[in-house]
C-alpha cells in the first residue's frame, strides 16, 4: 500500500468525475470498488466525493457547460501556487481554461490545457491534499497522457509543473517519458501519434488486485469493455466505459 500525506509539486493529487447521472455513477463505483458516497454539498455546486477506508479518492459533480452532455474523468495535478501555476501554462503554449478559484478552506483549484489541447486541472492543497491512498485495490494506479505533440507537451509539463522526468522508451514504435519524484514513477507521457481521437488526453488507470475479475465485475454493473484485459510489460490491463460513458482503465499484475 502506498499512501502520502502532502502530494509532491506537478504529481496527480486528485480525480473528479463529471456525470450526466449521479445517482447511477455513484452505484456503479460504490459497488465497483467499495467506495463510500458522501452527500453532495450545497456550497460547492452540488459537488460531492467518495471515500475509501475512511479518507477520500475521488470526486463527483454534475456535468456541466461544455461537459454537460458527457461524462468523464478529470485530473488534478498538484501546485504550490496554483495562480502562478496558470500564468505558467499561459506562457508555454496552454490556455487557461478556468483562472484560480479558491474553494474554501480547502485549497485553489484551476484548470488549463496544455499545448496539445489536452485538459488538466490545478490543485494547490490546503486542508484537501487530495487522495491519500493509490497504487493500491480500488484506488487510482497510474495517470498517462497520449498526446500528438510529445516533446512540445513534456516541455510544458517540465516548465510549468516542474516535472523531473526520465525517458523510458524512445523508439518510433513507441516513445514514452515518466513523472518522477526521486525513484517513484507519478505518471506517463506516451507519444500517441496515429492513435483515434478517443485515446489522445489524459486517463486514469484504477489499481486491481484481479483484473479480469473486477473487469467481469464492471461489466456486470454496466459498463461496458472497450478493450479486454492483456499482460503487458507494465502490468495487466484492460480499458472500459462506464455505465454513462466515462473511460477508465485497469493496472494489476501479470496472469502470466
Known sequence: MTTRTTPPNGAPCWLDLSTTDEAASRRFYTGLFG????????EFGGYSTFDRNGAPVAGLMPAQGDNAGHDGWGIYLAAEDAAATLDAAASNGGT???????????????????????????????????????????????????????QDVLDFYRTVFGWDTATESDTPQFR????????????GVMDGSGMPDADKGWSVYFAADDVDATGARAVE???????????????????????????????GPNNG
Open 96 to 150: 487557461v481554461a478556468s483562472p484560480a478559484m479558491r474553494v474554501a478552506e480547502l485549497g485553489t483549484m484551476g484548470l488549463v490545457t496544455d499545448p496539445d489541447g489536452a485538459l488538466i486541472g490545478v490543485w494547490q492543497p490546503e486542508q484537501h491534499q487530495g487522495f491519500v491512498e493509490y497504487a493500491v485495490d480500488g484506488a487510482p494506479g497510474w495517470f498517462e497522457l497520449h498526446t500528438d505533440r510529445y
Open 221 to 251: 454493473l454496466g459498463a461496458r469493455l472497450v478493450r479486454p484485459a492483456e499482460d503487458t510489460p507494465y502490468g495487466r490491463l484492460a480499458v472500459l466505459d462506464d455505465p454513462n460513458g466515462a473511460r477508465f482503465k485497469l493496472v
Open 35 to 42: 467506495w463510500h458516497a458522501n452527500e453532495p454539498v450545497a
Open 176 to 187: 514514452y517519458t515518466t513523472m518522477r519524484n526521486g525513484e517513484e514513477q507519478l505518471a
